[in-house]
């Protein structure tokens, strides 16, 4: 049975908690981010690669623009369209949404990373230079900004004809600008095909994989062959994102689908935020090549181990408790119950921290910079922008399981309590 619209409204509308700073935050982030992916490229082409250079590197008119990068662009978007349509794989159901119903997902983004891959050897094998990927980074950044600046738009747009059960509990607000920022609608679709679950983990995220290959390509055009370093770094974040698409059922319980709206926070995150970003570490090593001993080579493949192996087991184990608590795998682990009826981990991975997770993607994140040496800085802003947005989202974590679960969350904080670093945070 559907909720009483105008008492959600109200709900929606008066009891939702702002994040990122609010309005100030809606205003200046927009701004501020689609620069920053600019200034970072520019950084990592740069000789100096400072990001205390001033003035930092201004790109000309004509390095913001090639008539061939927007064409790339929506042809990757449609080409994994198709894909996302095709009858591949399997079909999963959310969680249960507030008027009772689950929507139903396509869980094929990892047949689309193979098809790419396909696609991506055939061009290679008839001799198409995938390197000038490099020249076209800027292009591309900017066109995938303009596309998210629009398609946030669309979204803000159609999401007044949508019911208010079907709008996020964050982000119908009343302020436009914020709510255009943090997105009103939950679940926008269209027909089947589900707007916010398409850009989450497929054109962005095999995106970078793609960016990664254009920059070893472009080390094969200029030294003959790519290094040990860019080997490493294309190899660790495939496997990451190869993981994150065979676990692609796993998203569908994340923060990202289950509670945020699909604004200009999500669109340009998955759009332009992580394909430009995420990878700078191949692109800097283009213009500032590196030297690994087998021994550093050795070390850095052991923590990238490491951290995955963390990353994977208690991401696997939070995901079967979630669907199934009577699986054999976490049938015997300790739980403290809930009002909500609901159980919370307090043994494995979950015993540890709070978050085991966020610990390996941590490490893993540190495992992609250390192939870049330590003479600049640039390579580690992934890792120091990842450790903050992770303490962010632990902290929009703890407020939301505070506000749901009381007295047990209270129970469970003083079971395990170190956040994401064990006896540290």
């Known amino acids: 049975m559907r909720p009483n619209s105008q008492a959600l409204k109200h709900k929606l509308s008066h009891d939702s908690e702002r994040e990122f700073g609010g309005t100030l935050g809606a205003v200046c982030i927009p701004v501020f981010l689609p620069l920053t992916v600019l200034f970072l490229i520019c ?32 042809g990757w978007f449609a080409l994994h369209a198709v894909i996302y349509l095709m009858p591949l794989g399997k079909v999963s159901e959310g969680l249960v949404l507030r008027d009772g119903t689950r929507l139903k997902y396509p869980i094929n983004g990892f047949h ?29 950044a900017v066109c995938a900004i303009a596309v998210s600046f629009l398609f946030s738009i669309y979204l803000y747009i159609r999401s007044f004809w949508a019911p208010s059960y079907e709008l996020a509990l964050g982000g119908n607000t009343g302020n436009p ?24 983990l497929r054109p962005g995220l095999i995106g970078w994989v793609v960016i990664n290959l254009g920059m070893l390509m472009k080390e094969v055009e200029l030294r003959g062959s790519p290094s040990l370093a860019m080997i490493l770094v294309n190899s660790f974040q495939l496997l ?63 923590l990238n181990g490491i951290g995955y192996y963390i990353f994977r087991q208690s991401n696997s184990q939070k995901n079967q408790f979630r669907r199934d608590p009577t699986h054999p795998s976490v049938a015997r682990l300790e739980t403290i119950a809930t009002a909500t009826g609901k159980r919370l981990l307090v043994s494995g991975w979950w015993g540890l921290v709070r978050h085991p997770n966020y610990l390996g993607d941590l490490l893993m994140a540190l495992a992609w910079s250390l192939p870049c040496g330590f003479s600049h800085l640039l390579p580690y802003f992934y890792v120091i922008y990842f450790t903050v947005l992770l303490i962010h989202r632990e902290a929009r974590d703890e407020r939301q399981c505070r506000a749901k679960y009381g007295l047990a969350w209270d129970t469970y904080c003083r079971r395990v309590p170190y956040r994401i670093f064990p006896y540290i945070y």
């Open 43 to 74: 950084l990592s082409r740069s000789p100096e690669a400072s990001l205390f250079q001033w003035p930092p590197p201004l790109p000309s008119t004509d390095q913001l623009w090639d008539p061939l990068a927007p064409v790339l662009l929506l």
């Open 240 to 302: 990451y994102v190869a993981d994150a698409l065979w676990n692609e059922e796993a998203v569908l319980t994340t923060m990202d689908i289950v509670h945020d709206g699909f604004g200009f926070m999500l669109v340009f995150g998955d759009l332009a935020w992580v394909p430009f970003t995420y990878g700078l570490q191949a692109a800097f090593l283009v213009v500032h090549p590196q030297t690994l001993s087998s021994l550093k080579a050795a070390v850095i493949i052991a």
């Open 112 to 140: 689309g990373l193979c098809i790419s891959g396909v696609f991506l050897m055939l061009l290679l094998g008839l001799g198409a230079p995938l390197g000038y990927l490099f020249e076209l980074l800027l292009p591309l």
């Open 177 to 200: 600008l914020y709510d255009f920022f943090i997105g009103r609608e939950l679940n926008p679709r269209i027909g089947d095909f589900d707007l916010k679950y398409f850009c989450e």
